[in-house]
């Protein structure tokens, strides 16, 4: 199983990036997350979307972001909106081996490599 994250880049604040993760491999139809890492501060949950496409998100983004998934595409979405400073870091896909959304990092055992977002004037 591979994830293949993108979508990042530079933006100013008030700005949009889509991200995607792309799904090679068997886990396709299962839960799939998304979580960020800022420079000095531990990896924390951001969104994530079950197989059956309930949604889940991080109080700090809440209102800010859509996470959504085509399967026939293999691939997963993170809208960002409404993008801030403090949004700054790298995201990463995370897949699970069951239908079942968590917001807990360990129920995870497949990430991708990351993609930087960076939110500055």
């Known amino acids: 199983v591979q994830l293949q994250a993108s979508g990042g880049g530079s933006v100013q604040p008030g700005g949009s990036l889509r991200l995607s993760c792309a799904v090679l491999g068997t886990i396709t139809g299962n839960a799939m997350g998304w979580f960020r890492q800022a420079p000095g501060k531990e990896r924390e949950f951001v969104a994530v979307?079950?197989?059956?496409?309930?949604?889940y998100y991080a109080d700090s983004m809440r209102g800010r972001l859509t996470i959504s998934r085509d399967n026939a595409k293999k691939t997963v979405y993170l809208q960002l909106n409404s993008l801030k400073p403090e949004d700054t870091a790298i995201y990463y896909c995370a897949g699970r081996t069951v239908i079942y959304a968590s917001i807990i990092r360990n129920d995870y055992p497949y990430w991708g490599q990351g993609t930087l977002v960076t939110v500055s004037s």
């Open positions: 979307i079950s197989g059956g496409g309930t949604t």
